[in-house]
């Protein structure tokens, strides 16, 4: 047993560590569908924090708490990869609205703005919204996008091709300039919410606090600007 866990009561780690635990699931909530509750997280958070007292090694000179950390968030990951995280069908929709974004930046000569999109879309505002709300999950590359058809398969097509993984591309000095140029040109309150959510690694609540909006409006101008990103970067993912 660990030092951690001989010197302290189990119950008092939990205590002292809880606040963490619900740190960490509420900032991954943003990257997650709808359908996942955040209490959920906790629990697995909670249980992935116990297996940290367990097996934590204080002569490895991490600070237990660093430790911590990586084991509640990769807790909550495991848990997540056994399930889907954003169906086909909304995965579709979303394509939609990438479509639109980019037919509407051609057209206009600027970011369209929401009314433009529901209208280029042919859907009333608030369902656009309600598709933004539901996007929760929408990351800025997916497996899906190299593969070169529905039925393909990444991993072989990549180890037989010998063509760049997501990760290569990630690293790409390319790629990085274009991605940081991109966010610079998203609308004002999108690329704060960005900042704000992956630098100052703030929750949907406490940017809606920062913005005086609903953590849900937080939510949709996070999955609109994710959307205008991937429309911007698809030469990557082609």
């Known amino acids: 047993m660990s030092e951690i866990a001989s010197g302290f009561d189990k119950t008092q780690i939990v205590a002292e560590f809880a606040p963490m635990v619900k740190r960490v699931a509420y900032h991954l909530m943003a990257r997650l569908p709808a359908s996942v509750h955040v209490d959920d ?71 369209p703005n929401e009314e433009e999109l529901a209208q280029e879309i042919d859907v009333p505002l608030a369902e656009y919204q309600d598709m933004l709300q539901d996007a929760r999950g929408y990351q800025l590359l997916h497996y899906e996008d190299f593969q070169g058809s529905e039925d393909g398969d990444f991993f072989e097509s990549y180890a037989e091709g010998g063509a760049p993984n997501p990760l290569e591309i990630m690293e790409d000095d390319r790629f990085r300039h274009v991605l940081t140029e991109s966010i610079e040109n998203l609308p004002e309150r999108e690329k704060l919410v960005m900042g704000l959510y992956y630098d100052q690694e703030l929750n949907l609540k406490e940017i809606g606090e920062v913005l005086g909006v609903s953590e849900s409006r937080v939510c949709q101008l996070h999955s609109q600007a994710v959307a205008r990103l991937r429309g911007r970067l698809k030469e990557w993912r082609d």
């Open 41 to 111: 997280l906790i629990q697995v958070g909670l249980i992935g924090l116990l297996e940290a007292v367990e097996n934590y090694d204080g002569d490895r000179g991490a600070q237990f708490e660093t430790y911590a950390v990586q084991r509640v968030r990769g807790s909550m990951l495991d848990e997540l990869r056994q399930a889907d995280w954003l169906p086909r069908t909304m995965r579709k929709k979303l394509r939609t609205i990438e479509t639109a974004i980019n037919k509407l930046q051609q057209r206009l000569g600027r970011q």
